[in-house]
Nanobody
């Protein structure tokens, strides 16, 4: 089991910004893809953004132009910069890591609440 340590969630007003971080500890194989998903109450978990080693970054249409995903393979870390936050961005955000053997890991989640 690879622990994923997430941080950076919290309460922010509409239009504000937050930066989420996720560190994958104890990785014994290289990273293929890192990303963020979110799940709002009563809804299914959905993709927010992913970044693939040597490949493209992908964003959900709903966050394109507002969120930026970045990663550092050497540090096994992925960040999600979230700007111009909207109330509909309120959700539990989960870090996801897929290693070079395509094994998948999930973090425990960090809550993001956008409200005035």
């Amino acid at each position: 089991q690879v622990p994923l340590v997430e941080s950076g969630g919290g309460l922010v007003q509409p239009g504000g910004s937050l930066r989420l971080s996720c560190v994958a500890s104890g990785m014994t194989f290289g990273i293929y893809r890192m990303g963020w998903y979110r799940q709002a109450p009563g809804k299914q978990r959905e993709l927010v953004a992913t970044i693939t080693s040597g490949g493209p970054t992908i964003y959900a249409d709903s966050v394109q132009g507002r969120f930026t995903i970045s990663g550092d393979d050497a540090k096994n870390t992925v960040w999600l910069q979230m700007n111009s936050l909207k109330p509909e961005d309120t959700a539990m955000y989960y870090c996801n890591v897929i290693n070079s053997l395509r094994a998948q890991y999930w973090g425990q989640g960090t809550q993001v609440t956008v409200s005035s």
